[in-house]
């Protein structure tokens, strides 16, 4: 498993992963290169099966506080819960790391197995709102639960 950073050029791949996984498509402006985030694509004998990027937000808005955010992540379906996840999620946190003492997610509080996944990387709780930067639970009636995680923290 090779992890890497993703290119306009994998749009294709990227997509053939969105759509197995029943997710939107992505545009080439979501894999430009940009200064304070970045996309990254793990690729198994040759091929992207999956593809994450963070987010970086200047100002905090509401209770979310201003900082780099994990943002998106899909893996295709039959290679779940087989380590890539976990591999594009340390990947982005170093990334973060290189730039700001804390990385933040956020997630359905029904998202059972992306929060075990997050906290095992060291990501704790901060608190449960109904929004988040625009954003809600998928079903309206969940709260979304806001996660940080420190380099310090981190105990494997």
Known sequence: ????????????????VCGASDRPRWTEEMLAPMNDRIVLVVVEHGEIV???????HSEPEGDAPAGHYLGGIVVTPGLRRRGAGS????????WVWDRSPI??????EQNRASIRMHAALGFRPRGRFAEIRGV?????????????????????
């Open 1 to 16: 498993m090779q992890i890497r950073e993703a290119t306009i050029d994998d749009l294709g791949a990227v997509n053939t």
């Open 103 to 108: 990385v933040y997610y956020f997630a359905n």
């Open 50 to 56: 999956g593809v994450a990027k963070t987010h970086f």
């Open 136 to 156: 809600t639970a998928d079903d309206g009636q969940s709260k979304l639960i806001l996660f940080e995680a420190s380099r310090w923290r981190i105990s494997g």
């Open 87 to 94: 591999a594009l999620t340390k990947a982005r946190m170093e």
